[in-house]
T-cell receptor
Framework: SQQGEEDPQALSIQEGENATMNCSYKTSINNLQWYRQNSGRGLVHLILIRSNEREKHSGRLRVTLDTSKKSSSLLITASRAADTASYFCATDDGGNTPLVFGKGTRLSVIA | KAGVTQTPRYLIKTRGQQVTLSCSPISGHRSVSWYQQTPGQGLQFLFEYFSETQRNKGNFPGRFSGRQFSNSRSEMNVSTLELGDSALYLC????????????FGPGTRLTVT
């Protein structure tokens, strides 16, 4: 089954800098979603991008999708200490098939 | 609108015992999915229920089972617990299924000793 693979595994930046995380997957997808998880807690949905979309924005978040390269990126601009969390991409291939999550990128934003 | 709730939040069990975890979805959501999260394997899909029917099942042994009630509340059961079942169990609800935004509960932290 397909699986998103996030890169890098861990990222440490200073407050105010931008953070970019990448996700690659193996087979065709219907949607790709990004989630955030604060330490040991539930996941929070950030953005859903459909396979026919190339870019979406939500506040300080920008997601791009390149289906030809089977990859997506999540950009967080002007990062804050509160953005410290793990970020996961998740894909589905349509028809209510299960979401498949990657292993995540652990982001640390240092004040 | 109340979020997804999971009970209990923490649980300690002994090998060989069984455990039942509960999930109450957001009102109006008919799809409930369960995930197991461990440091080694990450987030793995257990099963999804929609309108009381199991619609998808992940690659877990038969010791893991679940059900959904008419009010969309869901339970999952793990019998004959093993040490490797120690994990954070997350449930997520959505309007119709996995190709929509999933709303996650805070999780149940299960420790098997």
């Amino acid at each position: 089954s397909q699986q998103g693979e996030e890169d890098p595994q861990a990222l440490s930046i200073q407050e105010g800098e931008n953070a970019t995380m990448n996700c690659s997957y193996k087979t065709s997808i219907n949607n790709l979603q990004w989630y955030r998880q604060n330490s040991g807690r539930g996941l929070v949905h950030l953005i859903l991008i459909r396979s026919n979309e190339r870019e979406k924005h939500s506040g300080r978040l920008r997601v791009t999708l390149d289906t030809s390269k089977k990859s997506s990126s999540l950009l967080i601009t002007a990062s804050r200490a509160a953005d410290t969390a793990s970020y996961f991409c998740a894909t589905d291939d349509g028809g209510n098939t299960p979401l498949v999550f990657g292993k995540g990128t652990r982001l640390s934003v240092i004040a | 609108k109340a979020g997804v709730t999971q009970t209990p939040r923490y649980l300690i069990k002994t090998r060989g015992q069984q455990v039942t975890l509960s999930c109450s979805p957001i009102s109006g959501h008919r799809s409930v999915s369960w995930y197991q999260q461990t440091p080694g394997q990450g987030l793995q899909f257990l099963f999804e229920y929609f309108s009381e029917t199991q619609r998808n099942k992940g690659n877990f042994p038969g010791r893991f089972s679940g059900r959904q009630f008419s009010n969309s509340r869901s339970e999952m059961n793990v019998s004959t617990l093993e040490l490797g079942d120690s994990a954070l169990y997350l449930c997520a609800s959505s309007w119709t299924g996995t190709n929509y935004e999933q709303y996650f509960g805070p999780g149940t932290r299960l420790t098997v000793t």
